[in-house]
């Protein structure tokens, strides 16, 4: 079964620091990664999409990267903001003889203090 | 306005009552998927449905149910055989591809 681990847990940085959130998973055979925002008690918010060909996706302030071979991906916020605040969740897409579905990691609660 | 609609936003079951929760799409998805959140915990799947008329099991389907009737629809409802059915629960939907996942904003469910 595919598990995916996220690291570390919980993160505290100052406004305006660069950082990195890791992602891993054991199975390479995946479809793609995708990296998703969820505010506290709201429903989640879809970051980026990394194909399983493709190295990193960029958006704004966020690049993702995908090592396949490793079974890991980063997610990098640059000049972070206090609006960054949030829990970061990353999953994988696999497909089984029932369709294309997602696993989770437990998620990356980040605060970023003014 | 495109999206995805979930009711209630807040469900209080009392032990033994059966609850259904909604899940309304108008983005003219084919897919459309359950998940539970426990906290401090990732999604798991519960069910879903890669078409009308048809849908599979997930990681944790023991407990629930699901019907898709209409395209637009996938309502999901927590039996009593559920027996930590406290939680908060997600709907999602996508092109029914290995493609990007929109989730709704949720329904909180507590037993008293």
């Known amino acids: 079964k595919q598990e995916v681990t996220q690291i570390p847990a919980a993160l505290s940085v100052p406004e305006g620091e660069n950082l990195v959130l890791n992602c891993s998973f054991t199975?390479?055979?995946?479809?793609?990664l995708q990296w998703f925002r969820q505010d506290p008690g709201k429903g989640l918010t879809s970051l980026l999409l990394i194909q399983s060909s493709q190295r990193e996706q960029t958006s704004g302030r966020l690049n993702a990267s995908l090592d396949k071979s490793s079974g890991r991906s980063t997610l990098y916020i640059a000049a972070s903001q206090p609006g960054d605040s949030a829990t970061y969740l990353c999953?994988?897409?696999?497909?089984?003889?029932?369709?294309?579905?997602?696993?989770f990691g437990k998620g990356t609660s980040l605060l970023v203090t003014p | 306005d495109g999206g995805i609609t979930q009711s209630p936003k807040y469900l209080f079951r009392k032990e033994g009552q059966n609850v259904t929760l909604s899940c309304e799409q108008n983005l003219n998805h084919d897919a459309m998927y359950w998940y539970r959140q426990d906290p401090g915990q990732g999604l798991r799947l519960i069910y879903y449905s890669q078409i009308v008329n048809d849908f599979q099991k997930g990681d944790i389907a023991e407990g629930y149910s699901v019907s898709r009737e209409k395209k637009e629809s996938f309502p999901l409802t927590v039996t009593s055989a559920q027996k930590n059915p406290t939680a908060f629960y997600l709907c999602?939907?996508?092109?029914?591809?290995?493609?990007?996942?929109?989730f709704g904003p949720g329904t909180r469910l507590t037993v008293l």
């Open positions: 199975d390479s055979a995946i479809y793609n």
């Open positions: 999602a939907t996508n092109t029914g591809a290995a493609d990007t996942q929109y």
């Open positions: 999953a994988v897409c696999l497909y089984s003889n029932s369709g294309y579905a997602l696993n």
